[in-house]
Structure formats: C-alpha cells, structure tokens
C-alpha cells in the first residue's frame, strides 16, 4: 500500500478563511517535505521538517514522527495559495522520496 | 545562488522515437540529483537518483536510462519512447546527501507522445 496517504485530495476555500492539509504515513518517514505546485507545474520548496513546528507567514507545518503524521495549515487564504500542495517524505537512510497523491486547493473570491 | 535547468521546456515525440531529456545544476558542487514523472493529474514518481559522476541509481525505470556525464549534469533517455512516457519530467538536487536535506525542483519538461 501506499506509504503516504494524503487527504484530502481537493479543497475549496473562500478568500481569508483557512484549513488543514494532512499526511500520514504507513512507515517510520525521517523527514517530511511540503510543496506547492502552481499552474505551470513548477514545485516550489514550502517546508523541510525533520521534526516539530516550522511557520512561515500564513502557512505552518509540524510533523510527528513519533505518531507518523504531518499537517500543513493555511491560514487568510488568497487566490495565489491555489495549487496542488504535495507532502514528501523519506525513511531512515534511503535516497527514495516518496509523494503524497496531492490536495488540489481551489481559492475562491 | 543555485539554480536549476531543464530542456527542453517541452517536446512532441512519436512512439518509437528517441529521447533525451537534460538537467543542469550552476552554483553547487557535488549535488545529489534526481529525476521524476509526473503523470498528467497523477504525483511524482521517483525514477533515479544520484550521488556522483558516472553513478545512476534506479528507483523505477519506466523503460528509461539515466546518466550523469558531469556533475553538474544528468541525462534522461530512452531508445524508443511507449506512450506511456507521456508526462512532466522534473529534475531536482539536493546539497547533501548525508543530511538527506531537502530538494529543490527544476521547471520541469512536459513530453507529449503520440
């Protein structure tokens, strides 16, 4: 089965409101990594968590390895937010990263 | 500063034709470097990865070869493209591989196959 399990898999927000993206996974992931992917199909960097809580202006992420999850919230939304948001993760001593099938987030005016 | 490059940007190939798909990394020295696919709609698929010149490591080959000539350098192809290879190909590197620390992602290639 799939080591990532992401959830979910499309979102629809209204401008200023906020929510949660989560990731689970089925083994003991090292580190986790969130990506947004905009329209043109670039991947840009939005957190590397090896452990704990990172923040970075309306977005924050936390990852707990220890019960095998990641979370990314999102918060005062704004229509550049839309994009498919991938988790990543990889385990103890592999080169493999492994995707999240994606969460589709919709802004909305 | 770092940065990645792809090319082509995108490309229609017919089935049964060659490809090859390059990245290139300016401003890191040694970087670890991988290839992914991305079906259209789909996640990324981890296909190769390496850590130094003239070593490739397969994850997933799809049908697909992988090379890295120079380090700054590493080529995707194939002999005969199946339309299964239709997709966006990412590039990414990573500064060290000990650390496991995290990737960064070229623009990416869109491959067309009829």
């Known amino acids: 089965g799939d080591q990532v399990e992401q959830s979910p898999s499309a979102l629809s927000l209204h401008e200023g409101t906020g929510s949660a993206l989560r990731c689970n996974f089925t083994t003991t992931m090292r580190a986790v990594q969130w990506f947004q992917q905009n329209s043109r199909g670039s991947l840009i960097n939005l957190f590397y968590l090896a452990s704990g809580t990172k923040e970075n202006g309306r977005l924050k992420s936390t990852f707990n390895s220890k019960e095998s999850y990641s979370t990314l919230h999102i918060r005062d939304a704004q229509l550049e937010d839309s994009g498919t948001y991938f988790c990543a993760a990889n385990t103890e001593g592999a080169d493999r990263l492994t995707f999240g099938k994606g969460t589709q987030l919709i802004i909305q005016p | ?114």
């Open chain 2, 1 to 114: 500063a770092q940065t990645i490059h792809q090319w082509p940007v995108a490309e229609i190939k017919a089935v049964g034709s060659p490809l090859s798909l390059g990245c290139t990394i300016k401003g890191k020295s040694s970087p670890n470097l991988y290839w992914y696919w991305q079906a259209t709609g789909g996640t990324l698929q981890q296909l190769f990865y390496s850590i130094t010149v003239g070593q490739v490591e397969s994850v997933v080959q799809l049908n697909l070869s992988a090379s890295r000539p120079k380090d700054d350098q590493f080529i995707l192809s194939t002999e005969k493209l199946l339309l299964s290879h239709s997709g966006f190909y990412l590039c990414a590197w990573s500064p060290d591989r000990v650390r496991q620390d995290t990737q960064y992602f070229g623009p990416g290639t869109r491959l067309l196959v009829l």
